[in-house]
């Protein structure tokens, strides 16, 4: 069985966005840093997510440090984008299936809050 954060970093390496279908469960739970409400089920999960992905990638991204357990992870990120220094933690679990049930994004600064929900809101529009 692959764990959740294996299969997190295989579709991040591979730009491959298609397989969050295949890593994500129906019940997945999105917990976004500028929305108020939990986001519920696989297809609003993955919508956040892949806009998340597009625009942090792009974006000198990387884990610098990660935490992980038998069934979740916390994974610290920084990035850069238009000058702004990102900090950020991905908190993940996922089930026996090795499938992600739980997904909350934090970001400090409110510099960086404030560029990712204009950034996101544009890629969620499209």
Known sequence: ?????????????????????????????????????????????????EAAASVLLESQFRYVREVIGERDAVCEFVAEIDGISINGVDMMSWNDDGKIVDFKVMIRPLKAINLLHRLMGSQLES
Do not use: N
């Open 1 to 49: 069985m692959t764990s959740g954060i294996e299969a997190w970093h295989s579709v991040l390496d591979s730009r491959d966005y298609a397989r969050l279908d295949e890593i994500l469960d129906d019940d997945c739970v999105f917990h976004s840093p500028v929305v108020h409400t939990p986001q519920r089920g696989k297809a609003i999960s993955k919508i956040y997510l």
